[in-house]
């Protein structure tokens, strides 16, 4: 069951935002996701906040300005998705533009797991660093930091993961959601922080006169690979951050990116000019991960990188051919996944745990997404990693905080996850096989014990009626080009239609054609081929459908159910 739900907007903040000049159909969609004013819509790089007020910038800097003036050797530890890689690429291009000599080593997770282990220390250690630096990841390498000292290595820390009881004695930590940390946003990705640290390194170097005749580096031309990996993180778009994506995408339609950028685009079949939030999360973001999920994610930051257009083109074509490939383990892993959960009723448990040996590992996480989206259920997907342990990956609904729930299971069984670490949203943690019976028991009390039982009634919030002189190109384009993403929702609407012809395409999409007054309208819902009743209380998104060179809008439905 789902609820349809519309979202108050306050009159008065939608009086102001209008009086202010924003559009009265924006300003009703803003008001409803809380936005007071039209200060808040500023997106100039003027409004974003400073780096100052994050903890340990100035230290970083002061470090890796002292390196660069040394000629010391740096090395990039770099994450595996998409927010590390372009965290890795902003490191990359930025401190080259500085005079730095510096390289990367992104560790395959399979081998590896995942942040700055004391193994990965002793694969960095040939290439002789003297300063490790890692990017969306480290916030937890107590032992990884350790093992840097001991060979000598300083540490510089860029991370936005939670942290945990205890901090790694790093030689310095930028992350705004350690201890100590006033930055007003807690929401930066990995690439975010990586892009504050190296705007504290410009300013540090600046003022030790080190671009004294010369020109100097504009760290805004980075801005592209920073909406790229703040989008697909999926992390909260607050001010600070759709100030970020906003001014990336301001670039990519003005056809000032990096190759890589543009190549992605081109592998996609988008339209980079006409560029979008959706075209980061759900056409670039998947290509870049799959190369982490399935191989080696340094093939996805060499395409960020370099500066070689036929370079680019051509691994942007290896990463799509990868993502082509993990669409196929996925469908099949979750084919065989939905076969099994054909007998669960999830209406009488509050989670669900799931596992089968032939699982691939660099799958689980989507897999896990899928399933709590069609069951609403926060959802741990286990593969098989190192022999006699499972991998799992997890992903929850509003109302529980996943990595506070895994926190628990730590507490309240001690030595039973072997590690964990993540977001509120998603985690990921090891365990042994053997102890997959009792961590689900004891996942499903906790989950049980936090969440409120109205939680796991889904329920789709909507912007309310859309009026019928609205439904045209103009308004889908004026929607379009706006910044939308995690804790700032895309607009959807909803109202009763009546059906006038509806057919299923490829046996599982679901094309209508819909009629509101004298309106005809055509109608999408994907992966639901279920027939519609003659008339229907349906939620959408309004979107362009271009075909044959001719746009036309369409309607995205999120749900629909007999009117």
Same mark, same amino acid.
């Given at each position: ?82 927010? %590390? ?17 510096? %390289? ?8 590896? %797991? ?54 790694? &004695? ?13 930055? $007003? ?18 300013? &540090? ?80 973001? $998947? ?22 257009? %036929? ?6 074509? &290896? ?25 669960? +009723? ?10 089968? $040996?032939? =699982? ?28 006699? @342990? ?46 997959? $019976? ?22 789709? @919030?909507? +912007? ?19 910044? =939308? ?8 609407? +909803?109202?009763?239609?009546?059906? &006038? ?63």
């Amino acid at each position: 069951m789902t609820r349809i739900l519309p979202r108050p907007a306050p009159a008065r903040a939608v009086t102001r935002l209008i009086e202010a000049g924003t559009h009265p159909l924006l300003a009703r969609i803003y008001a409803a996701r809380g936005i007071q004013s039209r200060d808040e819509l500023d997106y100039s790089l003027k409004a974003m906040l400073p780096p100052a007020q994050l903890k340990g910038v100035r230290e970083a800097a002061e470090l890796l300005a002292d390196a660069i003036e040394a000629g010391a050797r740096m090395l990039i530890v770099a994450d595996y998705d998409c927010d %590390g890689a372009t965290a890795c690429a902003v490191g990359i291009r930025a401190l080259r533009m500085f005079g730095a000599e510096v %390289g990367y080593l992104v560790p395959n997770r399979f081998e590896y %797991g995942y942040g700055l282990t004391p193994a990965i220390v002793e694969l960095a250690a040939p290439m002789a660093p003297d300063v490790l630096i890692t990017v969306d990841n480290g916030i937890a390498s107590v032992d990884g930091v350790a093992a840097a000292r001991e060979h000598g290595i300083a540490t510089v820390i860029t991370d936005h993961h939670l942290p945990g009881d205890e901090l790694p &004695e790093a030689d310095v930590i930028v992350n705004p959601n350690q201890p100590g940390c006033e930055f $007003p946003s807690k929401s930066l990705a990995g690439v975010g922080v990586m892009f504050y640290t190296m705007l504290a390194l410009r300013a &540090e170097l600046r003022d030790r006169g080190a671009f004294d005749g010369k020109t100097e580096p504009n760290l805004a031309d980075l801005l592209d690979l920073v909406a790229l990996g703040t989008v697909a993180d999926v992390v909260k778009l607050d001010h600070n951050n759709r100030i970020l994506v906003a001014q990336g995408l301001q670039r990519i339609r003005a056809d000032r990116m990096q190759p890589g950028i543009r190549a992605l685009f081109a592998a996609a079949g988008r339209d980079a000019a006409r560029a979008t939030t959706f075209d980061m999360g759900f056409a670039l973001g $998947p290509r870049l991960n799959a190369a982490g999920r399935l191989a080696d994610m340094s093939l996805g930051i060499e395409c960020l990188i370099t500066d070689d257009m %036929g370079r680019a083109l051509n691994i942007a074509q &290896e990463l799509d051919k990868l993502n082509r490939e993990r669409r196929a383990i996925e469908a099949e892993m979750q084919e065989g996944a939905m076969a099994n959960l054909d007998a669960i +009723d999830p209406g009488a448990r509050s989670s669900l745990v799931l596992f089968e $040996p032939d =699982w691939h590992q660099g799958v689980i996480g989507i897999l896990a997404g899928r399933i709590k989206e069609k069951f609403h259920r926060p959802t741990i997907a286990f593969a098989r990693g190192n022999p006699g @342990e499972l991998k799992g990956s997890g992903r929850s609904i509003p109302g529980l905080h996943l990595r506070d729930a895994l926190d628990l299971v730590t507490k309240q069984a001690p030595g039973l996850v072997l590690k964990f670490g993540g977001h509120a949203m998603a985690a990921g943690l090891t365990i042994r096989e053997d102890d997959l $019976p009792r961590f689900e028991q004891l996942f499903e009390g906790i989950v049980t014990s936090l969440i409120d039982p109205a939680n796991l009634t889904r329920s789709l @919030e909507t +912007d309310g009626a859309l009026e019928d002189s609205l439904y045209n190109l103009e308004t889908a384009r004026l929607l379009e080009r706006e910044i =939308w993403g995690q804790g700032f929702a895309a607009p959807v609407f +909803d109202d009763v239609f009546r059906v &006038e012809n509806q057919r299923v395409l490829k046996d599982k999409h679901l094309k209508l054609q819909l009629k509101k007054g004298n309106t005809r309208l055509e109608a999408i819902q994907f992966n639901h081929a279920d027939a519609a009743a003659p008339s229907i209380h349906a939620a959408f998104r309004l979107s362009v459908n271009e075909y044959n060179g001719v746009s036309s809008i369409q309607l995205m439905l999120e749900h629909f159910e007999a009117a």
